[in-house]
Protein backbone atom coordinates (compact mmCIF):
# COMPACT_ATOMS: atom_id res chain seq x y z
CA UNK A 1 0.00 0.00 0.00
CA UNK A 2 1.27 3.28 -0.92
CA UNK A 3 1.68 6.31 1.48
CA UNK A 4 -0.59 8.66 0.03
CA UNK A 5 0.73 12.72 -0.42
CA UNK A 6 -0.58 16.03 -0.83
CA UNK A 7 0.90 19.15 -1.82
CA UNK A 8 -0.14 22.41 -0.53
CA UNK A 9 1.36 24.88 -3.14
CA UNK A 10 2.43 24.14 -6.27
CA UNK A 11 5.68 26.41 -7.16
CA UNK A 12 9.53 25.56 -7.00
CA UNK A 13 8.52 23.35 -3.91
CA UNK A 14 5.46 21.95 -5.18
CA UNK A 15 6.84 20.80 -8.29
CA UNK A 16 9.97 19.75 -6.53
CA UNK A 17 8.30 17.52 -4.64
CA UNK A 18 5.68 16.22 -7.44
CA UNK A 19 9.12 15.08 -8.88
CA UNK A 20 10.48 13.07 -5.16
CA UNK A 21 7.32 11.28 -5.13
CA UNK A 22 7.54 10.27 -8.75
CA UNK A 23 11.30 8.75 -7.80
CA UNK A 24 9.65 6.62 -4.64
CA UNK A 25 7.75 4.05 -5.56
CA UNK A 26 5.96 3.52 -1.58
CA UNK A 27 4.72 7.18 -2.45
CA UNK A 28 1.57 8.35 -4.52
CA UNK A 29 0.43 11.38 -5.05
CA UNK A 30 -2.81 12.27 -4.35
CA UNK A 31 -3.95 15.36 -4.63
CA UNK A 32 -2.09 19.17 -4.95
CA UNK A 33 -3.81 21.88 -3.14
CA UNK A 34 -3.61 26.02 -4.85
CA UNK A 35 -4.73 29.70 -3.36
CA UNK A 36 -4.78 30.00 -6.56
CA UNK A 37 -7.58 29.19 -9.56
CA UNK A 38 -7.40 25.53 -9.81
CA UNK A 39 -8.12 25.59 -14.05
CA UNK A 40 -5.24 27.76 -14.28
CA UNK A 41 -2.49 25.43 -12.60
CA UNK A 42 -1.34 22.25 -14.71
CA UNK A 43 0.87 19.65 -12.93
CA UNK A 44 2.84 17.07 -14.32
CA UNK A 45 1.21 13.80 -12.54
CA UNK A 46 -1.49 12.61 -15.09
CA UNK A 47 -4.80 12.10 -13.01
CA UNK A 48 -3.97 13.85 -10.06
CA UNK A 49 -6.61 16.63 -9.27
CA UNK A 50 -5.85 20.51 -8.63
CA UNK A 51 -8.34 21.47 -5.81
CA UNK A 52 -8.59 24.86 -4.12
CA UNK A 53 -7.11 25.33 -1.07
CA UNK A 54 -10.24 25.87 0.56
CA UNK A 55 -11.62 22.67 -0.01
CA UNK A 56 -8.53 20.88 1.63
CA UNK A 57 -11.21 19.74 4.50
CA UNK A 58 -12.53 17.15 2.38
CA UNK A 59 -9.20 15.36 1.52
CA UNK A 60 -8.98 14.35 5.72
CA UNK A 61 -9.62 10.88 4.85
CA UNK A 62 -7.47 10.66 1.55
CA UNK A 63 -4.59 11.80 2.43
CA UNK A 64 -1.73 10.49 5.17
CA UNK A 65 0.60 13.01 4.72
CA UNK A 66 0.48 16.67 3.60
CA UNK A 67 3.91 18.74 2.57
CA UNK A 68 3.48 21.99 3.14
CA UNK A 69 5.36 24.18 0.16
CA UNK A 70 5.00 27.58 1.73
CA UNK A 71 7.51 30.32 2.42
CA UNK A 72 8.65 30.85 5.70
CA UNK A 73 8.20 34.14 5.94
CA UNK A 74 3.94 34.38 6.33
CA UNK A 75 2.81 31.21 4.72
CA UNK A 76 4.71 28.17 7.10
CA UNK A 77 3.69 30.43 10.63
CA UNK A 78 0.29 30.00 9.34
CA UNK A 79 -0.36 27.47 7.45
CA UNK A 80 1.31 24.39 9.15
CA UNK A 81 -0.79 25.05 12.51
CA UNK A 82 -4.07 25.47 10.61
CA UNK A 83 -3.60 22.14 8.64
CA UNK A 84 -1.84 20.69 11.16
CA UNK A 85 -5.63 20.34 12.42
CA UNK A 86 -6.72 18.04 9.28
CA UNK A 87 -3.77 15.97 8.24
CA UNK A 88 -0.34 14.60 9.05
CA UNK A 89 2.38 17.52 7.60
CA UNK A 90 5.96 18.29 6.77
CA UNK A 91 7.20 21.74 5.82
CA UNK A 92 10.45 23.38 5.31
CA UNK A 93 10.25 26.50 7.89
CA UNK A 94 13.75 27.56 7.73
CA UNK A 95 14.04 30.60 9.69
CA UNK A 96 15.93 29.55 12.36
CA UNK A 97 15.94 32.23 14.97
CA UNK A 98 11.75 31.51 14.92
CA UNK A 99 11.84 27.50 14.90
CA UNK A 100 11.14 27.30 18.54
CA UNK A 101 7.93 29.36 18.46
CA UNK A 102 7.16 27.86 15.44
CA UNK A 103 7.66 24.11 17.08
CA UNK A 104 5.75 25.02 20.13
CA UNK A 105 2.64 26.55 17.98
CA UNK A 106 2.62 23.28 15.99
CA UNK A 107 2.85 20.96 18.61
CA UNK A 108 0.41 22.64 20.53
CA UNK A 109 -1.88 22.00 17.14
CA UNK A 110 -0.80 18.44 16.60
CA UNK A 111 -1.69 17.05 20.05
CA UNK A 112 -4.91 18.77 20.43
CA UNK A 113 -6.17 17.44 16.91
CA UNK A 114 -4.24 13.75 16.96
CA UNK A 115 -1.66 14.49 14.27
CA UNK A 116 1.48 14.59 13.39
CA UNK A 117 3.89 17.20 12.17
CA UNK A 118 7.64 17.24 11.04
CA UNK A 119 8.65 20.57 10.61
CA UNK A 120 12.17 22.71 9.41
CA UNK A 121 12.90 19.90 6.80
CA UNK A 122 15.51 20.30 4.18
CA UNK A 123 19.55 20.84 4.01
CA UNK A 124 19.68 23.66 6.63
CA UNK A 125 17.99 23.50 8.58
CA UNK A 126 17.56 19.88 8.26
CA UNK A 127 20.76 17.40 7.08
CA UNK A 128 23.34 20.20 8.15
CA UNK A 129 21.35 20.55 11.52
CA UNK A 130 21.91 16.30 12.11
CA UNK A 131 25.78 16.92 10.97
CA UNK A 132 25.95 20.00 13.39
CA UNK A 133 24.44 17.66 16.33
CA UNK A 134 26.72 14.36 15.31
CA UNK A 135 29.62 17.02 15.97
CA UNK A 136 29.04 18.58 18.53
CA UNK A 137 28.41 14.90 20.58
CA UNK A 138 31.14 13.31 19.04
CA UNK A 139 33.82 16.23 19.73
CA UNK A 140 32.27 17.75 22.69
CA UNK A 141 35.54 20.32 22.55
CA UNK A 142 35.37 21.77 19.49
CA UNK A 143 33.94 24.51 17.14
CA UNK A 144 30.91 24.40 14.26
CA UNK A 145 31.45 26.17 11.25
CA UNK A 146 28.93 26.88 8.27
CA UNK A 147 29.26 27.53 4.74
CA UNK A 148 26.50 28.29 2.26
CA UNK A 149 27.12 28.16 -1.27
CA UNK A 150 27.92 29.17 -4.09
CA UNK A 151 24.08 28.78 -4.73
CA UNK A 152 21.28 31.41 -5.51
CA UNK A 153 19.83 32.87 -2.48
CA UNK A 154 15.99 32.80 -3.28
CA UNK A 155 15.04 35.14 -0.56
CA UNK A 156 17.81 37.45 -1.72
CA UNK A 157 17.22 37.90 -4.86
CA UNK A 158 13.35 38.56 -4.05
CA UNK A 159 14.17 41.52 -1.98
CA UNK A 160 16.43 42.89 -4.41
CA UNK A 161 13.75 42.40 -6.98
CA UNK A 162 11.56 44.63 -4.36
CA UNK A 163 14.42 47.73 -5.38
CA UNK A 164 12.44 50.70 -6.98
CA UNK A 165 13.31 50.01 -10.85
CA UNK A 166 14.64 46.44 -10.69
CA UNK A 167 12.88 44.10 -13.18
CA UNK A 168 14.94 41.16 -11.79
CA UNK A 169 17.63 40.08 -10.37
CA UNK A 170 19.84 36.53 -9.17
CA UNK A 171 21.81 37.01 -5.61
CA UNK A 172 24.88 34.23 -5.27
CA UNK A 173 26.13 33.51 -1.64
CA UNK A 174 29.76 32.20 -1.86
CA UNK A 175 32.48 30.90 0.12
CA UNK A 176 34.92 32.99 1.11
CA UNK A 177 37.88 30.74 0.18
CA UNK A 178 40.52 31.27 3.01
CA UNK A 179 37.99 31.19 5.62
CA UNK A 180 36.67 27.73 4.15
CA UNK A 181 40.65 26.56 4.33
CA UNK A 182 42.02 28.35 7.45
CA UNK A 183 38.86 25.86 8.79
CA UNK A 184 39.84 22.87 6.78
CA UNK A 185 43.42 23.36 7.86
CA UNK A 186 42.40 23.25 11.59
CA UNK A 187 43.17 26.89 12.59
CA UNK A 188 40.11 27.08 14.34
CA UNK A 189 39.73 31.21 12.98
CA UNK A 190 37.04 33.27 14.89
CA UNK A 191 35.17 34.35 11.64
CA UNK A 192 33.24 37.24 11.45
CA UNK A 193 29.86 37.07 9.10
CA UNK A 194 31.74 39.49 6.63
CA UNK A 195 34.86 37.13 6.78
CA UNK A 196 33.07 33.92 6.11
CA UNK A 197 30.70 35.00 2.86
CA UNK A 198 30.49 37.32 -0.24
CA UNK A 199 27.48 38.15 -2.12
CA UNK A 200 27.11 38.64 -5.80
CA UNK A 201 24.45 40.43 -7.50
CA UNK A 202 23.01 39.78 -10.93
CA UNK A 203 20.16 42.96 -11.66
CA UNK A 204 18.10 43.89 -14.60
CA UNK A 205 17.07 47.10 -14.51
CA UNK A 206 14.11 48.52 -16.19
CA UNK A 207 14.06 50.38 -19.13
CA UNK A 208 13.02 53.71 -17.61
CA UNK A 209 15.54 52.94 -14.68
CA UNK A 210 18.61 52.33 -17.11
CA UNK A 211 20.85 55.43 -16.53
CA UNK A 212 24.14 55.72 -14.41
CA UNK A 213 22.63 57.79 -11.76
CA UNK A 214 19.21 55.25 -11.12
CA UNK A 215 22.11 52.56 -11.00
CA UNK A 216 24.02 53.89 -8.59
CA UNK A 217 21.17 54.80 -6.25
CA UNK A 218 19.96 50.80 -7.02
CA UNK A 219 23.25 49.61 -5.86
CA UNK A 220 23.84 51.15 -2.82
CA UNK A 221 20.17 50.54 -1.38
CA UNK A 222 21.14 46.96 -2.46
CA UNK A 223 24.48 47.39 -0.52
CA UNK A 224 23.20 48.87 2.56
CA UNK A 225 19.96 46.67 2.74
CA UNK A 226 19.90 45.70 6.49
CA UNK A 227 19.37 41.82 7.26
CA UNK A 228 20.37 40.80 3.77
CA UNK A 229 23.38 42.89 2.28
CA UNK A 230 24.47 45.26 5.14
CA UNK A 231 27.09 42.82 6.57
CA UNK A 232 28.79 41.29 3.75
CA UNK A 233 30.91 42.29 1.03
CA UNK A 234 28.59 42.83 -1.92
CA UNK A 235 29.15 43.46 -5.30
CA UNK A 236 26.24 44.37 -7.93
CA UNK A 237 26.74 43.59 -12.09
CA UNK A 238 24.08 44.79 -13.95
CA UNK A 239 23.61 42.84 -17.31
CA UNK A 240 20.35 42.64 -19.32
CA UNK A 241 17.72 40.18 -19.45
CA UNK A 242 18.67 37.56 -22.08
CA UNK A 243 21.92 37.27 -20.25
CA UNK A 244 19.88 36.50 -16.91
CA UNK A 245 17.51 34.36 -18.61
CA UNK A 246 20.25 32.84 -20.23
CA UNK A 247 22.97 32.33 -17.99
CA UNK A 248 21.18 32.42 -14.46
CA UNK A 249 17.93 30.67 -14.93
CA UNK A 250 18.91 27.87 -12.59
CA UNK A 251 18.02 27.62 -8.67
CA UNK A 252 21.77 25.73 -7.80
CA UNK A 253 23.12 25.76 -4.03
CA UNK A 254 25.34 23.61 -1.50
CA UNK A 255 27.64 24.58 1.40
CA UNK A 256 29.83 22.65 3.88
CA UNK A 257 29.18 21.70 7.84
CA UNK A 258 32.42 21.50 9.43
CA UNK A 259 33.39 20.52 13.01
CA UNK A 260 37.03 20.80 14.54
CA UNK A 261 37.74 19.23 17.63
CA UNK A 262 40.32 17.21 19.65
CA UNK A 263 40.98 14.21 21.25
CA UNK A 264 43.61 12.88 24.02
CA UNK A 265 44.26 14.21 27.43
CA UNK A 266 46.66 16.77 26.37
CA UNK A 267 44.66 17.16 23.43
CA UNK A 268 46.89 16.06 21.23
CA UNK A 269 44.73 14.89 18.63
CA UNK A 270 43.04 17.37 15.90
CA UNK A 271 39.96 15.73 14.07
CA UNK A 272 38.00 17.70 11.54
CA UNK A 273 34.36 16.21 10.27
CA UNK A 274 32.59 17.63 7.43
CA UNK A 275 29.12 17.34 5.17
CA UNK A 276 29.02 18.62 1.84
CA UNK A 277 26.09 19.32 -0.60
CA UNK A 278 26.51 20.42 -3.86
CA UNK A 279 22.84 21.04 -5.78
CA UNK A 280 22.00 21.69 -9.21
CA UNK A 281 18.44 22.15 -7.75
CA UNK A 282 18.07 23.34 -4.68
CA UNK A 283 14.14 22.92 -4.82
CA UNK A 284 14.81 19.39 -6.17
CA UNK A 285 17.01 18.78 -3.04
CA UNK A 286 15.25 20.16 -0.32
CA UNK A 287 11.96 18.21 -1.31
CA UNK A 288 13.58 15.11 -1.87
CA UNK A 289 14.23 15.44 1.88
CA UNK A 290 10.41 16.36 2.33
CA UNK A 291 9.94 13.13 0.84
CA UNK A 292 11.74 10.73 2.92
CA UNK A 293 10.94 12.53 6.16
CA UNK A 294 7.10 12.18 4.95
CA UNK A 295 7.61 8.42 4.96
CA UNK A 296 8.85 8.91 8.75
CA UNK A 297 5.90 10.98 9.41
CA UNK A 298 3.65 8.28 8.32
CA UNK A 299 5.20 5.05 10.28
CA UNK A 300 5.17 7.41 13.12
CA UNK A 301 1.48 8.50 13.06
CA UNK A 302 0.78 5.03 12.52
CA UNK A 303 2.29 4.13 16.36
CA UNK A 304 -0.49 7.18 17.28
CA UNK A 305 2.48 9.59 17.95
CA UNK A 306 1.19 13.50 17.93
CA UNK A 307 2.54 16.55 18.20
CA UNK A 308 5.41 18.18 16.35
CA UNK A 309 8.76 17.18 15.62
CA UNK A 310 11.83 17.97 14.01
CA UNK A 311 14.69 15.97 12.27
CA UNK A 312 17.36 15.74 15.08
CA UNK A 313 13.57 13.39 16.59
CA UNK A 314 13.68 11.12 13.72
CA UNK A 315 15.61 7.73 13.63
CA UNK A 316 17.51 7.29 10.53
CA UNK A 317 15.54 3.79 9.21
CA UNK A 318 12.08 5.45 9.56
CA UNK A 319 13.49 7.26 6.20
CA UNK A 320 14.17 4.39 4.19
CA UNK A 321 11.97 2.30 2.12
CA UNK A 322 14.09 -0.82 3.10
CA UNK A 323 13.22 -2.45 6.48
CA UNK A 324 15.62 -3.00 9.16
CA UNK A 325 17.20 -6.61 7.60
CA UNK A 326 17.50 -5.04 4.29
CA UNK A 327 19.33 -1.82 6.01
CA UNK A 328 21.78 -4.33 8.38
CA UNK A 329 22.53 -5.82 5.37
CA UNK A 330 23.48 -3.35 2.89
CA UNK A 331 23.96 0.21 4.47
CA UNK A 332 25.51 -0.08 7.69
Not at 190 to 213: G, I, M, Q, S
Not at 256 to 268: C, S
Amino acid sequence: MSIRIGILGYGNLGRGVECAVEANSDLELVAVFTRRDPESVKIATAGVPVVNVKDAQDWQDKIDVLIICGGSATDLPKQTPEFIKYFNVIDSFDTHARIPEHFENVDKAGKESGHLGIISVGWDPGLFSLARVYGNAILPQGKDYTFWGRGVSQGHSDAIRRVEGVADARQYTVPVESALEAVRSGKNPELTTREKHTRECYVVVKPEFDNDTEKARIEKEIKTMPNYFDEYDTTVHFISQEELSANHKGLPHGGFVIRTGATGHEKENNHIMELRLQLDSNPEFTTSVLAAYARACYRLAQKGETGCRTVLDIAPALLCQQNGEELRAHLL
